[in-house]
């Protein structure tokens, strides 16, 4: 039994018929106690606290020749009772020590190894959590490499079609306005060959009413 100034520990080993034993540690309090029970595979644990029965009054008191009384007092039906369990002295210290080191060693043994594999399996979780997180970070860095790229090759071409489409732009603009130049000079020459024609036209005929004119008068003469 390992005892400190507040709290007293116990550590129980117990055979069950039928079944494997167990191995029952206590922590005895002022006012309350707490109970661990682990069959090696799982464990269960109790907390005896006033909580679950008010006003109880836990003791673990020395008792004649060198015994010891476990007691604690509980409310059933309206009645309040008292609970005593009286555990004398061993017959083998010696024997009841080594099992109780035994266990202690057991479960220091179990811890260990608990502790250890934990420990590893941390330790590779952590390895696979950098990994994974640095072939994150590459992933990230190639797509914004790629989206870069990409944007520049898109950025080119697109340059480029304008540029194709200036140049065509300008093309047409050009023959457009050659084009409607020459229509200009056409219509231009057109109305300057139909004035002069018009022109041609009325001075023929007003010489020939002015010869007509004159024939008239000749006539009138004669």
């Known amino acids: 039994m390992v005892e ?6 116990t550590c129980l080993h117990l055979e069950i018929s039928g079944a494997d034993p167990i191995f029952v540690k206590g922590t005895w309090y002022h006012s309350r106690f707490d109970i661990s029970v682990t069959d090696g595979s799982f464990t269960w644990t109790c907390n005896a606290t006033e909580e679950e029965q008010p006003n109880s009054v836990y003791g673990f008191s ?13 409310e059933k039906e309206g009645t309040k009772l008292e609970w005593r369990w009286k555990c004398k002295p061993s017959d083998d210290s010696k024997k009841i020590t080594v099992r109780i080191l035994d266990f202690l060693m057991e479960a220091n043994i ?12 941390f330790e590779k979780m952590k390895s696979e959590a950098e990994r994974c997180l640095a072939q994150g970070e590459k992933l990230c860095d190639e797509k914004t490499e790629f989206e870069n790229a990409t944007y520049a090759k ?3 071409v697109l340059n480029a079609k304008k ?13 457009r306005a050659v084009e409607e130049e020459e229509s200009t000079y056409k219509a ?33 003469r004669s």
């Open 62 to 74: 020395d008792a004649i020749e060198g015994s010891k009384r476990l007691s604690w007092t509980f």
């Open 188 to 220: 231009e020459s057109f109305e300057s060959g139909r004035s002069d024609d018009e022109q041609s036209g009325e001075e023929a005929s007003e010489k020939a009413t002015s010869s007509k004119a004159r024939g008239g008068k000749r006539a009138a």
């Open 163 to 175: 540029a194709k489409l200036r140049a065509v732009r300008d093309k047409e603009d050009s023959v």
């Open 154 to 156: 898109f950025l080119s």
């Open 110 to 121: 179990r811890l260990s190894e608990e502790v250890v594999n934990k420990t590893r399996s």
């Open 4 to 9: 400190s100034e507040k709290t007293k520990h």
